[in-house]
C-alpha cells in the first residue's frame, strides 16, 4: 500500500453519491445500452484516452479486471459486476451499498496479483487507478497489453509521476466516470450520476458546514505527520464544505509537514484519514498520549471526524467524503 501512496496525489477514478434515484442506477447493465452501433446494428468501435494512451474496444468487454479500490469502485458505481472477472487491491472496507455486487466478483489478490494469476482470469480489459499496476511486476505495460489482445485504462489523475493528468477536481473524475462508461455502453448512468453529484455538492456548499473552521487533515506516520496539502483529494473535500485547511499552502495533494506547524496553527478540527494500513484510531491515540500534541485544542475537545482514505481520494467516493465530512463537521462543532 505504500507503494500506491506514493502517487495518490494523481489519483484515480470518478465520483459518487449514490442516493435517492440513483438506486435504481446500479443494476446489472443492459446490454450495449448506450453504445453506438454501426450499420449491422452490432456495436460500433470507441475509443478513450488516458494519460497519452488511447484505448479502442471494438464492443462492450465482458470480463474486466480492476486493480486498485477506486477503479473497482467505479465499476460497481456503474453496475458492471456481471461483467468482472476479478478484483484486486483494496485500502480499506468496501461500502455497504456495494458489498454484495463486490462478493460477487473474484478477489485475485489482497494487493497485486501476479501476471501468471491476472491472465488465468482471461480479462479482455483492465482498468487500475495507480500506475504502478502497469509495470512489470504486475500486468505489464499498456502497450505489451495491447498485444496480447487486452485491452487497458489508467486513471485520468494516476499517470505516471503526474505526467499529463488534469488538476485534481470533481470536473475530472466525472470525465473518468463517463470515460469508462461509454467504453461499457452504460453512458446513461455515468451522466446520471454525474447529476446527482452536482445536487449534493451544492446542498453541501449551502450547509457550508466548515465555515470558518481550522482544519488539520492527519493522514498518516507519526514521527513526521503526512497530511492533506492544498492540491487533491483532502483539499477538493475542505472545500465542498467551506473548511480552511491549515496546511492548504502546501502544493501536491499530500505532503509531509512538522508538528511544530500543527502546534503553530491549533486546529479547530484534526480530520482523521481511516485506512488498513494506518487507522483512524492510531492516530487518535497518538495524538491523546503525547504531552504536547494532547494540548491542542481539537484534542482537547475530542474534535475529531473520520474519513475512510478511499473517500479522501479524487475518485468514486469523494462526494461521499464531502458528505462524511459535512455530517462529522456539523456534529463536534454545531452552529447555534
Known sequence: MRSARSVRSGLAAAALLLVGALGACTGAPAADESAATSGSGRPAPVSVSSCGVTTTVAAPPN?????NQGATEVALALG?????????????????KW???????????????????????????????YSSAFTDKVAGTQAELRTEGIA??????????????????FQAVWDELADVAEVFGVAPRAAAIQKEQKQQLSALEATAAGKDLKVFWYDSDTK????????????????????????????????????????AADPDVIVLAD???DTAQSKIDYLEHDPVLSKLTAV????FVVVPFSESTPGVLLADGAARL?????????RS
Not at 483529494?233 to 465542498?240: E, K, M, T, Y
Not at 499552502?249 to 500543527?262: D, I, M, N, R, T
Not at 482537547?300 to 474534535?303: I, M, P
Open 275 to 277: 485506512a488498513s494500513w
Open 152 to 169: 487497458s485504462y489508467l486513471s485520468r489523475l494516476g499517470c505516471p509521476g503526474g505526467k499529463q493528468a488534469p488538476p485534481p477536481s
Open 63 to 67: 470480463r474486466l479486471v480492476t486493480l
Open 224 to 263: 513526521t505527520p503526512y497530511v492533506g496539502a492544498g492540491h487533491g483529494g483532502p483539499q477538493l473535500l475542505l472545500d465542498a464544505v467551506g473548511a480552511r485547511n491549515v496546511f492548504g499552502a502546501l502544493p501536491g495533494g499530500w505532503q509531509h509537514a512538522s508538528w511544530e506547524k500543527v502546534i
Open 99 to 129: 458489498k454484495a455486487a463486490y462478493d460477487s466478483v473474484p478477489v485475485l489478490a489482497k494487493e497485486y496479483p501476479s501476471k501468471e494469476k491476472l491472465l488465468a482470469a482471461h480479462p479482455d480489459f483492465l482498468y487500475a487507478s
Open 326 to 334: 459535512s455530517a462529522g463537521l456539523s456534529k463536534v462543532h454545531p
Open 80 to 96: 458492471l459486476e456481471s461483467r468482472m472477472a476479478g478484483t484486486a487491491y483494496l485500502d480499506d472496507a468496501i461500502p455497504a
Open 300 to 303: 482537547r475537545h475530542h474534535a
